[in-house]
Structure formats: C-alpha cells, structure tokens
C-alpha cells in the first residue's frame, strides 16, 4: 500500500491516508468531496455574494461559533471520557464549519472560537440541546443552499447540512453511553 493525499473540497485541508475516508476528519463532508489535490482550485472560495448571503454567512459563522463552544463546555466535564472526548471532536468540527464560512466571507476567525461556553448541567440535557442546534442547523443551512445564487455557496451549504444531520444520529447514539 502506497500513502496518498486526498484533498477536501468543502474545507479545503488534505487528509494523507492508504484510501479516500467516508468522511472528512476536519470537517465531516462526505467522501465524493474529496479528489486528489490537484482537482481543488484554491480561488474555489473566491465567490461574489448578494447581501443575503453575506447575512446567511454571518448567521453561519454565529451557528457554529456558539455550536464549538457548547461542545467545548460540554468536554471539560470528567465524568464521562467517552462523551467528552465525542463532543470534543464535534467542537473541532463545528469550529472547521466556522473556518469554512470565515474563508467565504473573507473574515478573520472568532477570537473566542475555542473558548468553552456554559452547559446546562448535565450529560442528558446537554445532549438534548446539542439535538435542538444540530436539527436547527441542518434545516437553516439547507434553506441557506435553496436561496444561493452561486454554486459553490449552495455546494457547501447543502454538505454541512447534511455533516449537522450526521450530528443529530450521534446525538442520539451518545445517550446510549449515559
């Protein structure tokens, strides 16, 4: 087996591995984003926007922003590494969604972006309210994508929605380990 590179087309980082992964590990797209490095233009992210999509943008940013720090308050706990270390990872994932919609709005990333937020409380509740952002993101950013004019703002619209519908089932497998 030979190391290659595949090259995600959503958040733009490169994953080095012996085959395409289902799933991008920075952003969680799934695999038909992902090509070999020479298939991502790197002006992809280059794109004019109307002043509604500008807005959705900022909602995007804000979505996300709030979503990694939730998660990041959530994994300080120390009663239960299984969930801590799940919700950990999933910050890192909403804060690569943050990334992505920064580069297409041309802004600098949230100075508190990795910075914990208030929980509330307990595991069950705090899972119970990861459902309610994760469903609310999904539908937002497909609605997001619906109203797009340009391509590449619907394409990664729709593959974040799509990565927030793959949160809501890990919402609910996470209650299994409570």
Do not use: C, W
């Given at each position: 087996?030979?190391?290659?590179?595949?090259r995600c087309r959503i958040c733009g980082e490169t994953y080095l591995g012996y085959e395409n992964p289902g799933n991008c590990p920075f952003c969680g797209a799934h695999a038909e984003f992902f090509?070999?490095?020479e298939e991502f233009d790197a002006s992809i992210n280059t794109v004019e926007l109307t002043e509604i999509e500008r807005?959705?943008?900022?909602?995007?940013?804000?979505?996300?922003?709030?979503?990694?720090?939730?998660y990041l308050g959530m994994a300080e706990?120390?009663?239960?590494?299984?969930?801590?270390s799940t919700y950990k990872r999933l910050a890192q994932v909403?804060?690569?969604h943050c990334s992505v919609f920064c580069k297409l709005l041309k802004?600098?990333?949230?100075?508190?972006l990795l910075s914990p937020a208030e929980t509330t409380g307990t595991w069950a509740t705090d899972i119970?309210?990861?459902?309610?952002?994760?469903?609310r993101a999904t539908a937002l950013y497909a609605s997001f994508a619906a109203r797009a004019t340009n391509e590449r703002l619907r394409g990664v619209w729709n593959a974040i929605s799509a990565v927030e519908a793959?949160?809501?089932?890990?919402?609910d497998l996470a209650l299994t380990y409570l």
């Open positions: 087996m030979q190391l290659k590179m595949y090509g070999p490095p807005g959705d943008l900022e909602s995007s940013i804000e979505i996300e922003r709030a979503n990694a720090r939730f706990r120390k009663d239960n590494d299984t969930l801590r909403e804060a690569e802004v600098g990333k949230p100075a508190d119970a309210e990861s459902l309610k952002r994760e469903n793959d949160h809501v089932t890990l919402d």
